[in-house]
């Protein structure tokens, strides 16, 4: 069966968790409006940065910002936009951002499929989707960020040959999404072997998500797929 869920009202639960600090307030009613993504469609991405960019990622869901402001710091000349709904996540992402001198960064506090409808075709060359919610229970399973639509809406974003990068330590997470990919059409898994999924990418910093699930005793699987 083709999912085609409409995922407005996609997050349950609160939107913050802690009471932030007084320079988290400050960063998110001085600094995260210059950060934001510009309303309707997305200007193309040397406009939105205001500077040239070599290419354009997108981090769906970045928790508390580790992954992203790593990445952003070691490629300072391409442009991330980063999804992140929880205020808590969202603040502790500006105190990096202004911490590092950052200006490479840019943000969305939506649910990520609001966003991409509003991305050109073909804009992205890389998009993480790193230990989303797993939405463990049967009838919650509709929850889950990868769908047959939302795949779908990926795959007119990103480019040829871009990848799609999935990080998760739920096995059932794992075998649901590789299905859906595997029927989608518009994606090729790249690994050859095990190995391949068991190890993380390149450059990777780790994530708090991924320590907790280690301290667990849970083994994350990186999933690569390459946009066909």
């Known amino acids: 069966m083709?999912?085609?869920?409409d995922?407005?009202?996609?997050?349950?639960g609160r939107r913050i968790g802690h009471k932030l600090r007084g320079r988290q307030s400050e960063l998110m009613d001085v600094l995260l409006p210059h950060l934001m993504v510009p309303d309707g469609r997305v200007p193309h991405r040397d406009e939105m940065f205001g500077r040239p960019?070599?290419?354009?990622w997108l981090e769906i869901g970045f928790g508390g910002g580790e992954h992203l402001l790593a990445r952003a710091e070691a490629h300072r000349d391409?442009?991330?936009?980063g999804c992140e709904p929880f205020i808590n996540g969202m603040a502790k992402l500006l105190a990096g951002v202004e911490e590092r001198?950052?200006?490479?960064?840019?943000?969305f506090d939506e649910d990520a499929a609001l966003l991409l409808p509003r991305l050109p075709e073909a804009s992205v060359g890389r998009v993480f989707l790193l230990y989303p919610d797993p939405w463990p229970k049967r009838r919650h399973r509709k929850r889950r960020f990868v769908s047959d639509a939302t795949l779908a809406a990926l795959a007119r974003v990103l480019r040829p040959g871009?990848?799609?990068?999935f990080a998760t330590d739920i096995d059932d997470y794992a075998a649901w999404t590789l299905a859906r990919i595997l029927r989608s059409g518009d994606f090729t898994w790249t690994a050859a072997g095990p190995d391949d999924w068991r190890k993380p990418w390149?450059?990777?910093?780790g994530t708090r998500y991924e320590a907790k699930a280690l301290r667990e005793g849970r083994v994350p699987g990186y999933f690569t797929f390459q946009r066909r």
């Open 2 to 5: 083709i999912e085609t869920e």
């Open 7 to 12: 995922r407005r009202g996609a997050f349950w």
């Open 53 to 56: 960019m070599d290419d354009l």
């Open 78 to 81: 391409i442009g991330f936009i």
């Open 101 to 107: 001198g950052l200006d490479n960064i840019r943000l």
């Open 162 to 165: 871009a990848a799609f990068c």
């Open 202 to 205: 390149e450059g990777w910093p």
